[in-house]
């Protein structure tokens, strides 16, 4: 028999019992896309309309890679996240199990791919 109480029991846990830490990652999520966003806006830019060489000879460098590398990962995983609170809301039953796994597997299909092609082009 426990002598816990309610409020103790069910403190930190939310509805779900995972609620706040989603919302919490999304945040944190969401600040370093703002941060990595324009960082790679800004350095994609200077390389954009240049030769295949050129692009190349950039994304050789280390700061470049890292910031796209970083935002394609950063951006997928926000993404998968939040598409699965989409889904988890409005979709019920067989339909949301199916929905959240292939918004899953499309998620990492697209990061893989993306940085498949960044180390192509680092290495």
Do not use: C
């Amino acid at each position: 028999m426990s002598f816990i109480t309610d409020r103790k029991r069910a403190e930190g846990l939310g509805a779900g019992g995972h609620g706040a830490e989603h919302h919490w990652f999304m945040i944190v999520s969401s600040i370093g896309l703002l941060i990595l966003v324009p960082l790679f806006i800004f350095t994609f830019g200077s390389v954009l309309g240049g030769t295949y060489e050129e692009a190349v000879a950039y994304y050789s460098r280390p700061f470049p890679s890292i910031v796209a590398g970083l935002t394609l990962v950063v951006g997928f995983v926000h993404f998968m996240r939040g598409a699965q609170v989409l889904l988890e809301d409005y979709v019920g039953g067989l339909k949301r199990k199916l929905s959240i796994i292939a918004v899953n597997m499309f998620s990492y299909a697209l990061m893989a791919t993306g940085l498949f092609a960044l180390v192509k082009l680092a290495l």
